[in-house]
């Protein structure tokens, strides 16, 4: 079950609180992030090791690179969850809306392409890729090397993977009930307790590691897993888990909306773990995914780019240019 979604006001979200700066990996070179979003301590960048895009090209010399197929159909072809704000929802007339809609509709513009979203669950985003159904995923989705490689928890391939265009500065932040009465703060603390994630996200892979961590202290890590991160949320309000797993800028979002403000609060500023989202793209598929990430360049550029994260209140995790898998 969905719930009726609140069409968001552009601008109305109250700014996310300041987070701590962004620390390499070793061995990583730093990202393009400005005004990046912090970390804390043990904080990974996960936008490093990516390569920048070249210089944007004209239209023209765009449309001469893309793939055959999506030259003849005009139209880039995108999955996304519009169930997720401020990222991606269904304003009241239905039409998609947010930052990824936005931004794709700005990247089909530079290309000369208008852009067709369809609505599907978010573990079906990255099969519906390879499968070449749609042309993209673009619906908050973290940029990982696990993802890149298609491989499983356990290291084993489970698919062919796919590649990204980085494109937004985000991590993984902790919903608690306001006052947070659990003391909550780490994923070590959640040892002994229920999380509650949505199934198929980074957010799940988080809490499934942690699990075998918890087993070795003693404590146990139960996980419920939901459709939609609504369902995790009122597992919180139920006292039937004591966290929920999201991406920092729809957390932020669903703590400072009316109704829940005084319901919900973040348990720490700092991220469990930083990622950036990607555009997704199959594995294979260089042409569109170059010129994907090349008229991102221009939209950023551009000055579009900085104007829609600032409609919706994101400008904190702007990136300087596009980055080909760029996730750790």
Partial sequence: ??????????????????????????????????????LGAGGLLLTGCGSPAPAPDSQDDL????????????????????????????DSGGAPAGLDPELAKAVGSAIGLKVEFTDMPFEKLIPAVQAKQIDLAMSAVID???????????????????????YFGSG????????????????ESLCGRTVAVQRGTVQ????????????????????????????????????AAAADL??????????????????????????????PYGITVAKGNT?????????????IHSGEYDKILAKWNLHRGAVSSAVVNGGL
């Fill in 287 to 299: 042409a569109l995914r170059d010129v994907i990430a090349k008229a991102l360049d221009e939209v």
């Fill in 63 to 90: 449309q001469a690179r893309l793939p055959r197929a999506v030259k003849a159909a005009g139209v880039l072809k995108i999955g996304s969850y519009l169930n997720y704000p401020p990222v991606e929802f269904k």
């Fill in 246 to 275: 999201n991406d920092y800028p729809v957390a932020q979002y669903n703590t400072t909306q009316p109704g829940r403000v005084g319901t919900f609060e973040l348990a720490s500023s700092n991220f469990l773990q930083a990622g």
């Fill in 1 to 38: 079950m969905h719930r009726t979604l609140t069409t968001p006001t552009p601008g109305s979200t109250p700014a996310p609180r300041p987070a701590p700066a962004l620390l390499s990996a070793a061995g990583r070179s730093r990202a393009p992030l400005r005004a990046a979003a912090a």
């Fill in 172 to 187: 993984t932040s902790m919903v608690v009930k306001a006052g947070n009465p659990l003391n909550l703060s780490s994923l």
């Fill in 144 to 166: 990982t090397k696990q993802r890149q490689l298609g491989a499983a928890d356990d290291g084993h391939q489970a698919d062919a993977g796919v590649d990204f265009v980085d």
């Fill in 204 to 239: 799940d892979e988080l809490a499934t590691r942690q699990t075998a961590a918890c087993l070795r202290t003693g404590k146990q890590l139960q996980i419920h897993r939901f459709e939609s991160d609504d369902q995790a949320l009122a597992e919180v309000a139920a006292g």
